[in-house]
């Protein structure tokens, strides 16, 4: 074994336990590494995998649209924003006509498609950046237009029954049209802090109820 005298102590130094020890180390340092960049590729995947769960909570199962929870959140948000500028916010609340007796006759699968097609035509109605539809739960969908006047929702409403019958859903049990159909209650309001969620989908549901008494396939208007 090869030693040599510390000239500054007199301490022996082994030349191949230091180099045996450099070696150990040096294998040491690389499992470090390795584990380093296993733990940063599992922080991102983890990372990663949190931002695809937090965009899949607020989206629809079915349609793919949004659903009552990120209607809830949006709306909350709209309310505080738009009151603070005496603004004005139009929701609508969208129902499916006879799709009870749409899923006795066609079948429930079909069921599933004729609400994603609802739920494409009502999308593509709609083409400002704020505007955006939810599945409200069953057949029932909600629109909602912030900014928008009275005059902004009756157009909206009227393009949204037009382009449901022009995509031509046979339905040959609706008593209305030959095809599926929807109706429509519409409130517009001039936002104030005060207002909660449920006033509007309230106002808005008792605007629907009218259309379904007064015969389907067509908008009604409330007010608070």
Known sequence: MTRVENVLNGAAFDFEEFASLTKEYGMLLKQLRRTMRFADRTTVDLFESNLDLTG???YDALTGIYNRRYLEESLKRNIKSLSRSD???SVMVVDVDYFKKYNDTYGHNAGDACLKT???VLSQSITREDDFVARY???EFVVVLPHTDEHGAHVTASRLLENVIMRGIPHEKNEVEDCVTVSIGVTTVNVEYEHKIEDYIKCADEALY???RNGRNRYTFAKF
Request: aromatic share 0%; proline share 0%.
């Open 210 to 212: 009218m259309s379904k």
């Open 137 to 139: 739960g069953g057949e």
């Open 118 to 120: 609802i739920a494409e």
């Open 87 to 89: 603004g004005v916010l």
């Open 56 to 58: 899949k909570v607020h």
